[in-house]
């Protein structure tokens, strides 16, 4: 988890939030109405509540990679009066990890300046179970948002 901030901020005067509009979240629709049903009742438990016209902005963006399993490799030998060479090729054994990274951008409604931002990234993320898929997202705007505001 990264955080980063702009130091001169008065978190105080946040109370409302929106979100942008054009979002890059590359997940199903199931998953992105899991995703902001977790983000929402999370920020609610915080104090913040959702506005049309609010005090900031949210901005997310998440990309999901696979992990490159690499097992191939090469090998020459030489030996007496003759050249031999070779070439043995690993092959993977079991699924590559998915990772999922999700940034998270809070932009001030007003001056339209990013003043809070959070980096997520969680490994094995792929499950078939509607409800592990939930708690997934429970989890991970849970733990992002242990970092807003941040504690001084």
């Given amino acids: 988890m990264n955080y980063d901030y702009e130091k001169n901020t008065d978190f105080s005067k946040y109370k409302s939030y929106s979100y942008f509009t054009n ?7 199931l ?25 900031f902005i949210i901005d997310i963006e998440s990309s999901t990679y696979q ?3 690499s097992g191939s490799s090469v090998g020459v030998g ?5 050249v031999g060479g070779g070439v043995s090729v690993g092959i993977p054994i ?7 990274q999700i940034k998270f951008d809070f932009v001030d409604a007003k001056t339209n300046k990013l ?10 993320v792929l499950t078939d179970n509607p409800s592990e898929r939930e ?18």
């Fill in 115 to 124: 003043f809070w931002q959070a980096i997520s990234s969680e490994s094995d």
């Fill in 94 to 100: 079991g699924q590559a990890n998915i990772t999922r």
């Fill in 78 to 82: 030489v030996g007496g009066g003759n």
């Fill in 135 to 152: 708690e997934q997202f429970k989890a991970v705007v849970t733990k992002v948002l242990e970092g807003f505001p941040p504690k001084k």
């Fill in 67 to 69: 992990e490159v399993q």
């Fill in 23 to 29: 979002m890059n979240l590359g997940l199903s629709e």
């Fill in 31 to 55: 998953d992105t109405n899991r995703f902001f049903n977790a983000l929402d009742e999370t920020m609610s438990l915080k104090g913040f509540v959702l506005a049309e016209d609010s005090d």
